[in-house]
């Protein structure tokens, strides 16, 4: 019984058996998820844990652990976790700063990507297998171990389509939200998807308190194909009529996510089309410049980002550009790939305790 795999329902129908009343079920899930205990027997001899559930847990319950690589650090503080996971496969995740008061974790929810978006490092890995929820919970466990800060927030944006492993990073998300697991905000959780449509549907139709960010990057059927071959089998319309749903269930504007690349997706046309394309949804834009190591995709020049921020005004629609951070370590969104290289290695506790100061 992998207790980093359960929910506090299934946890519950376990223990309960045994006698254990609904308060001692939430310590022993708040022992492995809030304190992050590190072995059954930290987690059996928590307080207030009877010792029937203690010496029950001691036989039949593990507590596993991906294997942390490596840590690196970037000039701007972002440090990007390169994960071992004894099911196979390495996975990274990223600790982005917020102001110097918070970490926000971005965690991936595949090992490799199916969607193979022509900017992401990760798409051409190619999908190997979807990660098991307590893969993904426990990097936030080892990440926020290491923290000097408070995480408050963790987006669903490294490697991998989440809504493509939908029950476990949708498991994964309700653990962390549960006030006796990481007690995350719901809105402070978010899936990044390059839309998915049937996935993003069913997830409106759920009414899941998490929020959506959607891959867009042109409004242009066309020019998306070419670097999200998703359009493909999902096309703009079906995605946008997807996003309309999401946005008037909720009501709450769409947060669209546009990869800026230079030449390509920045002119008044590309502003015309989303304006087209969006009339009538409530929407906000995210603004992310690309990032791709192999140098066929160039983030913008500072002139062509603000022109189209010019053009971008006819939305009406907030408009923020998104700081994707830690590049000299592959940290920057679509450059994850499992690589070892830039910024600088940070050692782990066993030989420093904490992070603080580095
Ligand atoms: S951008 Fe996201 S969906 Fe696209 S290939 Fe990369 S990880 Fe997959």
Redesign the pocket.
Known sequence: MNLKQLSLPELEAVLSPLGASPTVVRKVFAAVFAHGARSVDEVASAPQVPRRVGDYLKAHAELPSLQVVERRKADDGFVKYLFDSPLGGRVEAVRIPIFDEKYVICVSS?V??????D??????LGFKRNLQTWEILDQVLQVRAEADRPVRGVVF?????PL?NYKETLRAADVLRNPSGFSIAGDAITF???GHVPAIRRYTREGHPYRLAF?VTSAIPEKRAQV?P?EKTHPLPELIEAIREYSTVRRERAMIAY?AISGFNLGREDAEALKAAFEGIPIKVDLIDVTDPTGKYLPPTPEELSAFRDHLQILKSPVARRYSGGKEIGAA??T?AATQYGGTVVPGPAREPSLSGT
């Open positions: 595949q490799g990507c199916a969607l193979a978006c900017f992401c490092m990760t798409g051409k944006m490294g490697m991998g389509e493509l990044s998807t390059a891959s999200l998703i990869v969104c679509g994850l």
